[in-house]
């Protein structure tokens, strides 16, 4: 049942003739959880878990596939954009506010 109202209040289904959401100067005409990868969730829990040891396959940093790490460290990255982004912005409302 929540699942269903979260789709139709975000238009899933849908494909709109104008815009819905605007993300980064991106135009979508339709929920951006249509965008999103079969196995986001498994890279996402994976990245989480690589920072604690936890490798997604059997074997070493060496024997995962090479596809899943490179995503991983993509998420990884990713992560560390976005702390870097709030950070300057907290830098830079500190520095606003005590002018």
Request: aromatic share 10%; net charge negative.
């Amino acid at each position: 049942m929540a699942e269903n109202t979260v789709r139709k209040a975000h238009h899933c289904h849908d494909i709109s003739k104008t815009p819905i959401y605007m993300i980064d100067d991106i135009e979508f005409y339709t929920c951006p959880c249509n965008f999103k990868h079969p196995f986001f969730n498994f890279l996402l829990i994976s990245s989480s878990n690589k920072e604690k040891g936890i490798l997604p396959f059997p074997g070493s940093l060496s024997e995962q596939p090479a596809q899943s790490m490179e995503a991983i460290q993509l998420l990884e990255l990713l992560v560390l954009d976005y702390k870097d982004e709030l950070m300057k912005k907290e830098s830079n409302k500190n520095v606003n506010g005590q002018h």
